[in-house]
């Protein structure tokens, strides 16, 4: 039977009222495809951030993340304690009946610290614009969906079921994504082969709020001196990769791939038979820059070191810190390559400015100034 608690009219239709009024407020809800969360706090004026959930914003969002290193202590704690509430109520869908499926009250400052946290722990890096991202709740459900690749896109109706409000719940409580996340994302990332930042993010939820082991390891940029074999083997991928880009600059299907399915299975083999295959690569690469070669050459060994054999096979966690090792990587190498291109443009301006300063005044101050002039 469908427990049942008694009101008056009056106060169910105030309820009921109250209910609709939040729910007509962009500024009170979150809504998925089935479900929607509703929250208002004791003092009407009180700011929760609570629609950084749906739309992050990067100043909120460093506001809400610096709350972490500086929360409320002694006296203000419990002032604030007692001064706000913030209660959220999450609404289902079931027949012809809407139903409460998750209920929260809390005190606003804790809210914020456990919105600064989730923050923190999805957090990723744009190694090319070395900028931090964050993700809204309803991005990183779409990242557990099947990716389409014919379209380049993803295909919103394989969204395991609930899982934008089942994220939107561990962000509010403070508690692990649900356990169906990880194996799910994996098995997405083995069929299609697509990794990105916002699959990363959900990735280091999963990982970083099951695990506490994880908290150090699982940082959103690259993380040197790390020996996990899951870790070091996605970063081996990677740089095996950056090999082959940069001598065939124009290839259509790359190692990653070819081999990603089987390598963040069964390392050992795959990626041993890879190395020999890059030793070409570098031969190519040391005609037109030996030094290139050098250095590309010199990290791989570096990474291959970090073992002292690589692992014939990972679990399902050892997998999910391959995809993490290999996308920090990755970001790493294209931060690196937006410094390079950065300095050759200095170094353009620096001997165009040179170039100016070695001209004669009058030709230098003349714009009109043509190659018959200078010469």
Same mark, same amino acid.
């Given at each position: 039977?469908?427990?049942?608690?008694p009101?008056?009219v009056?106060?169910?239709?105030?309820?009921t009222?109250?209910? !609709?009024a939040?729910?007509a407020?962009?500024?009170h809800h979150?809504r998925?495809s089935d479900?929607?969360?509703?929250?208002?706090?004791r003092n009407?004026a009180?700011?929760?951030?609570?629609w950084?959930?749906?739309?992050?914003?990067?100043?909120?969002?460093?506001q809400l993340?610096?709350?972490?290193?500086?929360p409320?202590?002694?006296r203000?704690a419990?002032?604030a304690?007692d001064d706000?509430?913030?209660? #959220?109520?999450?609404?289902?869908v079931?027949?012809?009946?809407v139903?409460v499926?998750d209920?929260?009250?809390?005190?606003?400052?804790?809210?914020?610290?456990?919105?600064?946290?989730?923050f923190?722990? $999805?957090q990723t890096?744009?190694?090319w614009n070395?900028?931090?991202?964050y993700?809204?709740?309803w991005r990183?459900?779409?990242a #557990?969906?099947?990716?389409?690749?014919r379209?380049?896109?993803?295909?919103?109706t394989?969204?395991p079921?609930?899982l934008?409000?089942?994220?939107?719940?561990?962000?509010?409580h403070?508690?692990?994504?649900?356990?169906?996340?990880?194996?799910v994302?994996?098995?997405r990332?083995r069929a299609?082969?697509?990794?990105?930042?916002?699959?990363?993010a959900?990735?280091?939820?999963?990982?970083?709020?099951?695990n506490?082991?994880?908290k150090?390891?699982?940082v959103?940029?690259l993380?040197?001196?790390?020996?996990?074999?899951?870790?070091v083997?996605?970063?081996?991928?990677?740089?095996l990769?950056?090999i $082959?880009?940069?001598?065939m600059?124009?290839?259509?299907?790359t190692?990653?791939?070819?081999y990603l399915?089987t390598a963040v299975?069964?390392p050992?083999?795959?990626?041993t038979?890879l190395?020999?295959?890059a030793r070409?690569?570098?031969r190519?690469?040391?005609?037109?820059?030996?030094?290139a070669?050098?250095a590309?050459e !010199?990290?791989l060994?570096d #990474?291959?070191?970090?073992?002292d054999?690589l692992?014939?096979?990972?679990?399902?966690?050892q997998q999910?810190l391959?995809i993490l090792?290999y996308e920090? $990587?990755? #970001?790493?190498s294209a931060?690196?390559?937006a410094e390079a291109i950065k300095?050759r443009e200095a170094g353009?301006?620096?001997?165009a400015d040179?170039?100016?300063?070695?001209?004669?005044?009058?030709?230098?101050?003349?714009p009109?100034?043509?190659?018959?002039?200078?010469w």
């Amino acid at each position: 039977m469908t427990p049942t608690t008694p009101v008056c009219v009056d106060c169910g239709t105030k309820a009921t009222t109250a209910l !609709n009024a939040l729910l007509a407020d962009p500024e009170h809800h979150i809504r998925a495809s089935d479900s929607a969360i509703v929250w208002w706090t004791r003092n009407p004026a009180t700011e929760t951030g609570m629609w950084t959930l749906d739309n992050p914003e990067p100043t909120e969002v460093a506001q809400l993340v610096d709350g972490l290193h500086h929360p409320y202590k002694g006296r203000d704690a419990l002032a604030a304690l007692d001064d706000d509430a913030f209660y #959220a109520v999450t609404l289902r869908v079931n027949t012809n009946r809407v139903i409460v499926a998750d209920w929260i009250t809390i005190p606003v400052p804790e809210l914020k610290q456990r919105l600064g946290t989730w923050f923190t722990n $999805q957090q990723t890096w744009d190694g090319w614009n070395n900028t931090s991202l964050y993700w809204p709740v309803w991005r990183l459900a779409l990242a #557990a969906a099947r990716w389409d690749k014919r379209k380049n896109t993803y295909i919103d109706t394989t969204i395991p079921k609930h899982l934008q409000a089942d994220l939107a719940q561990a962000a509010l409580h403070g508690t692990p994504p649900p356990a169906h996340v990880l194996p799910v994302l994996m098995q997405r990332i083995r069929a299609d082969h697509h990794i990105d930042r916002p699959r990363i993010a959900l990735l280091r939820l999963a990982l970083t709020r099951t695990n506490s082991r994880h908290k150090e390891l699982c940082v959103p940029q690259l993380n040197t001196t790390s020996t996990e074999p899951g870790y070091v083997c996605g970063r081996i991928m990677a740089m095996l990769e950056a090999i $082959q880009r940069k001598a065939m600059p124009k290839v259509n299907t790359t190692i990653t791939d070819k081999y990603l399915t089987t390598a963040v299975v069964s390392p050992r083999a795959v990626l041993t038979r890879l190395r020999i295959g890059a030793r070409p690569h570098l031969r190519n690469i040391a005609r037109k820059s030996e030094g290139a070669a050098k250095a590309m050459e !010199n990290r791989l060994r570096d #990474a291959f070191d970090l073992l002292d054999t690589l692992p014939a096979h990972l679990n399902a966690e050892q997998q999910a810190l391959f995809i993490l090792g290999y996308e920090h $990587q990755r #970001a790493h190498s294209a931060r690196a390559a937006a410094e390079a291109i950065k300095a050759r443009e200095a170094g353009k301006e620096l001997a165009a400015d040179q170039a100016a300063d070695a001209l004669p005044e009058e030709v230098a101050e003349d714009p009109n100034a043509t190659d018959e002039t200078l010469w």
